[in-house]
């Protein structure tokens, strides 16, 4: 288990140093001036140059990556070059934003999935089957924002039971906050229980046609026993990568459902540093978001060898 986890943190620190280069390396060769874009077309030669000497702007690439990285392992981002305020205070205000409404809508996801999972395997070709299916196509192929503006329209202005938008912040408390989150992790959650359900139903039925589990079948043992005793750990893996995927893509990838309910969180800090040419906001939101991407996929791989013991071997 030791040289497993070895291997999965070597793997993992590689990774980090590949992207921290590849994300430097695409955001500088970005055409354009951040300085003379934040002080317009009109300035002067002087005042850009006194600014880019300000803002660091002027150094070398190399020691600018280095500076960069270094100050990241320290937890200081940076300053953004617009707001003139730390970068690190920007992400971890809109990160309170970001965080709880992507483990709200992963968490709707999981307990929506799970049941209608298991219910479609284990009625297999059968009626039940069959709506599960139907109704989880129906949720990958409706468009979140589309779901999103019919969540507004009914429960927030029409019935008025929530806000139609914004987020009032913490100080109101925790019910309070979530409450402000419950729509956009609703329409969120829709298309990604619809896929977590078919991938755990497909990977149940898979495990459900192998020796051990008709052999345990030939013992007496009910279909349904059988599932969750034998089958269900067994059909974990490719749910379990699934759930990482979507955790990561619910973390960075909400931009859209963040604008319909006009939500300050990550998704639309990076759309508006992307617009501003905040070279400093983008590459550390980038690289905090890869991050994320790449302890979740170590945590997965962890769980993996929790549910598969042959994995720690190597096997």
Do not use: C
Not at 206 to 224: I, M
Not at 248 to 265: K, Q, R, W, Y
């Amino acid at each position: 288990m030791l040289f497993y986890l070895f291997k999965r943190i070597t793997s993992l620190i590689a990774t980090l140093v590949v992207a921290s280069l590849v994300v430097f390396t695409v955001i500088e060769v970005v055409p354009g001036d951040p300085a003379s874009y934040m002080l317009g077309m009109n300035a002067s030669e002087d005042t850009v140059q006194a600014l880019k000497t300000e803002l660091g702007l002027n150094q070398g690439r190399i020691p600018r990556y280095f500076g960069w990285v270094s100050g990241m392992l320290r937890g200081d981002f940076g300053t953004s070059y617009t707001y003139r305020t730390p970068v690190a205070d920007m992400v971890s205000e809109r990160l309170m934003v970001s965080l709880p409404l992507a483990l709200s809508a992963l968490t709707l996801a999981i307990v929506l999935a799970f049941p209608a999972g298991l219910l479609a395997a284990s009625r297999r070709g059968g009626a039940v089957d069959s709506i599960v299916m139907a109704i989880t196509q129906l949720g990958v192929a409706i468009p979140n924002f589309w779901f999103a503006m019919w969540l507004v329209l009914l429960f927030a202005i029409k019935w008025q039971w929530f806000s139609a938008g914004g987020f009032p912040g913490w100080d109101i408390g925790f019910w309070g906050g979530m409450k402000a989150l419950t729509l956009p992790a609703i329409a969120l959650a829709l298309p990604q229980a619809s896929i977590l359900a078919r991938v755990l139903r497909s990977s149940l039925l898979d495990v459900l046609n192998e020796d051990y589990v008709r052999t345990a079948r030939a013992k007496g043992l009910t279909r349904r026993q059988a599932l969750w005793r034998h089958a269900l750990r067994n059909a974990m893996i490719p749910v379990l990568t699934i759930i990482g995927l979507q955790f990561s893509f619910l973390l960075a990838g909400a931009i859209i459902i963040e604008n319909v309910f006009f939500l300050p969180g990550l998704g639309r800090l990076i759309f508006q540093s992307i617009a501003q040419r905040d070279l400093i906001v983008v590459e550390s939101v980038i690289m905090l978001l890869v991050f994320a991407v790449v302890l979740v996929t170590f945590l997965v791989d962890i769980a993996y060898a929790w549910v598969d013991p042959r994995m720690r071997r190597g096997h």
